[in-house]
T-cell receptor, first 113, second 113 residues
Framework: ETGVTQSPTHLIKTRGQQVTLRCSSQSGHNTVSWYQQALGQGPQFIFQYYREEENGRGNFPPRFSGLQFPNYSSELNVNALELDDSALYLC????????????FGPGTRLLVL | QQQVKQSPQSLIVQKGGISIINCAYENTAFDYFPWYQQFPGKGPALLIAIRPDVSEKKEGRFTISFNKSAKQFSLHIMDSQPGDSATYFCAASKTGNNRKLIWGLGTSLAVNP
């Protein structure tokens, strides 16, 4: 059974650009949550997808958007990148319990210059 | 306002000693309390979790103690090893639409050989 995978592992962008991060959930998991973790901080909830629908959102602007596909994989899109978007972006998948038990991928390190 | 407060910020323990990390929460609606371990550059890994109807849960060298009346819970790492050196996060979530995790700020643990 494969765990949660994310791509790319690292990414460098410039301010104003757009980025897409990808996540493959653990086998059998239908819920994907995205978190942003700034250096030295705990993760902050961005949003969750359950059965291809957004299922709750944290305090992030609309330029953070996402998708979930029929195979439960997911994308996080960030438009108009700002310097403060530099962080580790974490994807977590959960089984049928809609997110109670969350298993994290290795993350994508995004640097915005 | 930090809904989950974690202490200490950093901890140094000798090999074989006991590491203790504490968390306190505000929201009595929280009903799931996981602990995660994170190594540099990696995603958080679920260590152990507890529900508020249980006062203690043990898995190997890791034990969670839970005090519902005080709204506090703690992680004890017995026989601490250098390989346990990592950042530890407590978190909490509540029954609801998406069970987003609310995180503490983390504790950096160093176990000296």
């Amino acid at each position: 059974e494969t765990g949660v995978t994310q791509s790319p592992t690292h990414l460098i962008k410039t301010r104003g650009q757009q980025v897409t991060l990808r996540c493959s959930s653990q086998s059998g998991h239908n819920t994907v949550s995205w978190y942003q973790q700034a250096l030295g901080q705990g993760p902050q909830f961005i949003f969750q997808y359950y059965r291809e629908e957004e299922n709750g959102r944290g305090n992030f602007p609309p330029r953070f958007s996402g998708l979930q596909f029929p195979n439960y994989s997911s994308e996080l899109n960030v438009n108009a990148l700002e310097l403060d978007d530099s962080a580790l972006y974490l994807c977590a998948s959960s089984p049928q319990d809609r997110g109670k038990t969350q298993y994290f991928g290795p993350g994508t390190r995004l640097l915005v210059l | 306002q930090q809904q989950v407060k974690q202490s200490p910020q950093s901890l140094i323990v000798q090999k074989g000693g006991i590491s203790i990390i504490n968390c306190a929460y505000e929201n009595t609606a929280f009903d799931y309390f996981p602990w995660y371990q994170q190594f540099p550059g990696k995603g958080p890994a679920l260590l152990i979790a507890i529900r508020p109807d249980v006062s203690e849960k043990k898995e190997g060298r890791f034990t969670i103690s839970f005090n519902k009346s005080a709204k506090q819970f703690s992680l004890h790492i017995m026989d601490s090893q250098p390989g346990d050196s990592a950042t530890y996060f407590c978190a909490a979530s509540k029954t609801g639409n998406n069970r987003k995790l609310i995180w503490g700020l983390g504790t950096s643990l160093a176990v000296n050989p």
